[in-house]
């Protein structure tokens, strides 16, 4: 018998991950330990990250739902993906035990920590929340 296992793509599986010549702020999905710290420094859009690796069911799964969440903000809010295989330590510093974990931040400050698959409406409703505070300009 075959069994043939349907793995679902996200946006920046198969891309290397940001380094200084690579990185582009004005994007708005990134890859890596580079680009988080990046943009945590310089960017006043809230962020995205998202810790996922590359054996873990669930990531596979939340990686397009999160994804269609992220894009709707587009411009706005940059998205990161950390393999946490890959960037061990900024997960170790992020808190991110395990994966999938999404976390949030605005303004230097992580707002939300959620480990595990959530709905696509508490993705939305921490967005909204930090885009009320954000210094994003019109």
Excluded: W
Excluded at 50 to 63: A, I
Aim: contains cysteine; proline residues 7%; hydrophobic residues 35%.
């Amino acid at each position: 018998m075959l069994l043939l296992q349907v793995q679902e793509r996200g946006p920046l599986d198969g891309v290397e991950a940001d380094t200084a010549d690579t990185f582009d702020i004005s994007k708005d999905k990134h890859k890596g330990q580079y680009a988080l710290r990046k943009l945590y420094h310089e960017s006043n859009r809230p962020i995205a990250v998202l810790y996922t690796s590359p054996t873990c069911g669930p990531c596979r799964t939340l990686k397009p739902i999160f994804n269609s969440v992220v894009d709707q903000y587009a411009g706005v809010v940059h998205y990161v993906e950390i393999d946490i295989e890959q960037d061990p330590e900024i997960a170790e510093a992020g808190g991110a035990n395990g994966t999938p974990t999404v976390q949030f931040f605005n303004n230097k400050e992580r707002i939300a920590h959620m480990p595990g698959v959530k709905q696509k409406s508490q993705y939305r409703q921490i967005l909204e929340q930090a885009l009320e505070t954000a210094k994003v300009p019109a």
